[in-house]
């Protein structure tokens, strides 16, 4: 159902939605249940002509059955959601496969900082590839990022990839992600930082390999250009 509004464009965005759509539907269905019994208690022991109200305090035998029954399959339903979130979280947050990218990611007020490697595939060389407010990626390749901040504590989101990580003054925070789908979409600051908070807007491009190649040409004439 989520995807239907934000398309799911990482490996592990099917995951994270599956695992809300879980939380939703039980939870909605434990709410509506007692909703439906706590007024159809105020209709059954209302008063009316002939009839006191009753009033009960579940501490009778024959019905405490209505009050352990229904908190053990309440309990059983916070099991499979804690299990549910802890595979999710160690996917996610605790397992980082093989990167067939790195890049890194600097965010400040209030603009991101993307830095990829340019042909040698190295970080951190001479011709590595920076650019501002856009982020070129190719489709079906694993890339580690190194989230950095250089002021306050900013928040790195890609919706579409179901990606959110703080971004920490001080700290380089590895994660990772691998696009499934084409196409160009937000990336946007999740954290309170600042004035111009609301402007930190960025743009990540997932591109083909043939796309992907011809941008890094197009960036290396560039630079070339300039020297």
Known sequence: MIEQHVVQASTYAADIDNLIMLVAVLGGFWFFAAQGMFFWLLYRFRERPGHKAQYVTGDEKELKQWVSIPHMLIILCDVAIIVGAVMVWMNVKQTLPE?????????????????????????????????????????????????????VLHDFSVPVFRLKQDAVPGRRIV????????????????????????????????????????WMRSRGDAVAAAD
Do not use: K
């Not at 007020?109 to 990829?116: D, E, H, I, N």
């Open 99 to 151: 990167p067939d990218r790195t890049i890194r990611v600097v965010a400040q007020q209030w603009a991101w900082t993307f830095v990829q490697p340019g042909p040698d595939g190295e970080l951190d060389t001479e011709d590595d590839i920076t650019t501002t407010d856009e982020l070129h990626v190719e489709v079906g390749q694993v890339y580690h990022y190194q989230l950095e901040s250089t002021d």
């Open 175 to 214: 994660g990772w992600f691998e696009p499934i789908v084409t196409g160009e979409h937000d990336i946007q600051c999740a954290e309170m930082c600042g004035i111009g908070h609301g402007a930190m807007a960025a743009r990540i491009f997932i591109e083909t390999p043939e796309q992907h190649a011809q």
